[in-house]
Every structure is written in C-alpha cells, then in structure tokens.
C-alpha cells in the first residue's frame, strides 16, 4: 500500500482505463476522469474509496477547473499526472480532412493537455512529482493521413522535452511516452465507430494491449527518484517503417 495519488486524464478506456485501474489494484489513490460517466462509474465501483472519478469535457476549461476545485482532501496532492485523453479523427489526406475534427484534436490533444498540466503544475513541484505525457510514434514518424494527428501528438513529445528544462531543479520528472499501434477504441473514435474497419487493423498483429502501457506507466512512476526517462517508444513486434515516397513526372 501507498498514500500517493495519481490523475489519469481519459481513463474510460484503452491505456486511461487501464492505468488506473493498475494503479487502483495496487492501492494508490486515483483520480479518473472522461467524459462517460457511467464507464468512470464502473471503476468507481471496483475499487471504492480509492478512485475519485469527475465526467467532463476536457476541453472545457471551466468545467476541469470545477472538477478540480472539487477534489475531495485526500485526492489534493497529486504526485504523478497522466495526460492521456486524446484522439485521432479521420484517416484522410490533408485536403480532404474535416477542419471540425483538426480543431477538435487540437483542442483535445493539444490545449486541454497543456491546460491541465499548467493547472497542476504547483501541486507536482510541491510534491517533486511526475508528468507522463502519452504521445505517440506518429508524432515523431509521418504517415499518410497521419497530418494533424500526428502534429498534435509532436507537440506532446516536445512539450515533454521542454518542461524538463523549465522545471529543471525541482525534482519533477517527466516524460514522454510514444506508442505504436495498440488495440483500443482508438481506432473505432478515428473511423467513427466503424468496428471492422477496426478489427482488420489490429487482426493478427498482436498490438499493443492497455495493459503493456499501463505497466510502462507504473515502471515510469516507480522508477528511483534520480531517474528521469526522457521519451520511451513502444511498438508492437510486428509494426515497423515504411518508407518514402516519390512523385514521378509523366
Ligand atoms: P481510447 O479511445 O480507448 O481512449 C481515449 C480516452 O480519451 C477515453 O477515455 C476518452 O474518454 C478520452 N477522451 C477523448 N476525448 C476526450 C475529451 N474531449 N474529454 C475527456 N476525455 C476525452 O484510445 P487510447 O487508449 O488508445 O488513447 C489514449 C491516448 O493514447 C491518446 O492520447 C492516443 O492518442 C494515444 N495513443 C494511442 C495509440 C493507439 O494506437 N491506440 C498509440 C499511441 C498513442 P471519453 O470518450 O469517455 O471522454
Ligand atoms: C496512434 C498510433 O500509428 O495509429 O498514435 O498513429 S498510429
């Protein structure tokens, strides 16, 4: 057992879900939001006095300041923060891709992230905590498709970069954890809702599973205080590169 605490952002499923309830099982206190209530309700359920859960948009600025406003005495000192809620929307190249989804990424994975983090920031030095911010390899590897998405999740990798040298001293820790293909709703969000199309992706390519990044998590959280892991990049065995494109004349 552990008196720490633990916010995961996006913890009604996939990689969110399944921190927090790794982090739960070992007896830390977990604060859980999304915007299902009744996803973050059934954790509420498993675990008891040690999650507290607030449905809301993350992007609603206001609302995330209620919610933590609303943080009950024992669920203040946050010692490790996990940005994970995000999104991809849309498989499309660039100029056919719906600008509602690019802002609505942007607002998610970009935005509410740093807005978050800005919130919290007093409290993690206060507590010489932690920051995991879930990227991904698309933000560092272009793929078709990938345009706003992948843009968004750079963003993440070097706003991780840059807070360690603006919190250098402080005993913060953070990192930026950047995964590969990994069977969750991910794909079902992207595509809309469209369960084959999800299906055929991951099919016989052993992904990566919640579980995995969870586990990533709690090694990140449980590391000895002198170790910061910067980035850390996780694919399945079987993704890999591709390679350039060209366009020839004629
Ligand atoms: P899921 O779709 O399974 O989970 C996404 C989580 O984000 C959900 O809990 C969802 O909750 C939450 N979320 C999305 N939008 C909002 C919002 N506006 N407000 C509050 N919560 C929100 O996908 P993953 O678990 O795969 O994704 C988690 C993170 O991992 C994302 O940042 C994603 O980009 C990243 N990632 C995923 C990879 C993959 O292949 N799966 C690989 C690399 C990175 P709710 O809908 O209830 O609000
Ligand atoms: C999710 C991984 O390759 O689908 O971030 O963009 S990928």
Redesign the pocket.
Same mark, same amino acid.
């Given at each position: 057992m552990t008196s720490k605490t633990i916010l995961v952002?996006?913890?009604?499923?996939?990689?969110?879900?399944?921190t927090a309830r790794c982090f739960a099982q070992a007896g830390w206190r977990v604060i859980a939001?999304?915007?299902?209530a009744d996803?973050?309700q059934q954790l509420a359920e498993e675990f008891g006095a040690n999650i507290h859960t607030a449905?809301?948009?993350?992007?609603?600025e206001g609302a995330m300041q209620i919610a933590l406003d609303a943080l009950p005495a024992e669920f203040r000192a946050i010692d490790v923060l996990v940005?994970?809620?995000?999104?991809?929307l849309g498989t499309a190249k660039a100029p056919h891709c719906d600008l509602a989804q690019w802002r609505?990424m942007i607002? +998610?994975?970009i935005t509410?992230l740093a807005t978050l983090t800005h919130h919290l920031l007093p409290t993690l030095i206060e507590r010489r905590g932690a920051i995991v911010n879930?990227?991904?390899?698309?933000g560092t590897y272009p793929y078709t498709g990938g345009n706003v998405?992948g843009a968004?999740?750079a963003f993440?990798t070097q706003f991780s970069l840059d807070l360690r040298c603006d919190l250098h001293g402080t005993g913060v820790r953070v990192t930026s954890?950047?995964?590969?293909?990994?069977? +969750?709703?991910? +794909?079902?969000?992207r595509t809309g809702g469209d369960q084959a199309a999800s299906d055929k992706l991951y099919q016989g390519a052993m992904?990566?599973t919640?579980h995995d990044?969870a586990e990533t998590i709690w090694w990140l959280a449980n590391l000895p205080p002198h170790l910061n892991i910067n980035r850390i990049e996780v694919m399945p065995v079987t993704q890999s590169f591709a390679g350039f494109q060209v366009a020839r004349a004629g």
């Amino acid at each position: 057992m552990t008196s720490k605490t633990i916010l995961v952002t996006g913890a009604s499923a996939g990689f969110g879900a399944a921190t927090a309830r790794c982090f739960a099982q070992a007896g830390w206190r977990v604060i859980a939001f999304a915007r299902r209530a009744d996803r973050l309700q059934q954790l509420a359920e498993e675990f008891g006095a040690n999650i507290h859960t607030a449905a809301f948009d993350i992007r609603d600025e206001g609302a995330m300041q209620i919610a933590l406003d609303a943080l009950p005495a024992e669920f203040r000192a946050i010692d490790v923060l996990v940005n994970n809620a995000g999104l991809a929307l849309g498989t499309a190249k660039a100029p056919h891709c719906d600008l509602a989804q690019w802002r609505q990424m942007i607002d +998610t994975n970009i935005t509410a992230l740093a807005t978050l983090t800005h919130h919290l920031l007093p409290t993690l030095i206060e507590r010489r905590g932690a920051i995991v911010n879930i990227s991904s390899v698309a933000g560092t590897y272009p793929y078709t498709g990938g345009n706003v998405y992948g843009a968004s999740k750079a963003f993440v990798t070097q706003f991780s970069l840059d807070l360690r040298c603006d919190l250098h001293g402080t005993g913060v820790r953070v990192t930026s954890v950047e995964p590969g293909m990994a069977q +969750t709703e991910f +794909t079902l969000v992207r595509t809309g809702g469209d369960q084959a199309a999800s299906d055929k992706l991951y099919q016989g390519a052993m992904p990566i599973t919640g579980h995995d990044i969870a586990e990533t998590i709690w090694w990140l959280a449980n590391l000895p205080p002198h170790l910061n892991i910067n980035r850390i990049e996780v694919m399945p065995v079987t993704q890999s590169f591709a390679g350039f494109q060209v366009a020839r004349a004629g």
